[in-house]
């Protein structure tokens, strides 16, 4: 199996910068790329970036491109995702997630491993 842990998340007010990570471990052999998705109250989850472990091939959701930029540390498994110009409506609990699917997805049934989430809360 695979295990993933986030960390990072907080209260931090609209404007304001947060950063994320996510360690994976386990049988992360199969894994081709990692996801960030988010989820609000009362909403589905949602896709927010996306990467490959090979290549560092990146996607974005149009909500957050220009403002969050993900990265990953291959020899340390870890994925991270930097949030630059938080607004209220960034609110979630976000998830990281693996995936055996070769190519990047956005789409939550292509993810395979899905770690516990962590709460995002930005002030207006």
């Known amino acids: 199996q695979v295990q993933l842990v986030e960390s990072g998340g907080g209260l931090v007010q609209a404007g304001g910068s947060l950063g994320l990570s996510c360690v994976v471990s386990?049988?992360?052999?199969?894994?081709?790329?990692m996801g960030w998705f988010r989820q609000a109250p009362g909403k589905e989850r949602e896709f927010v970036a996306a990467i490959s472990w090979g290549t560092g091939s990146t996607d974005y959701a149009d909500s957050v491109k220009g403002r969050f930029t993900v990265a990953r540390d291959n020899a340390k498994k870890t994925v991270y995702v930097q949030m630059n110009s938080l607004k209220p409506e960034d609110t979630a609990v976000y998830y990281c997630?693996?995936?055996?699917?070769?190519?990047?997805?956005?789409?939550?049934?292509?993810?395979?491993?899905w770690g516990q989430g962590t709460q995002v809360t930005v002030s207006s």
């Open positions: 386990g049988r992360t052999f199969s894994t081709y790329g």
């Open positions: 997630a693996a995936s055996t699917r070769i190519g990047l997805s956005s789409k939550t049934y292509e993810y395979n491993y």
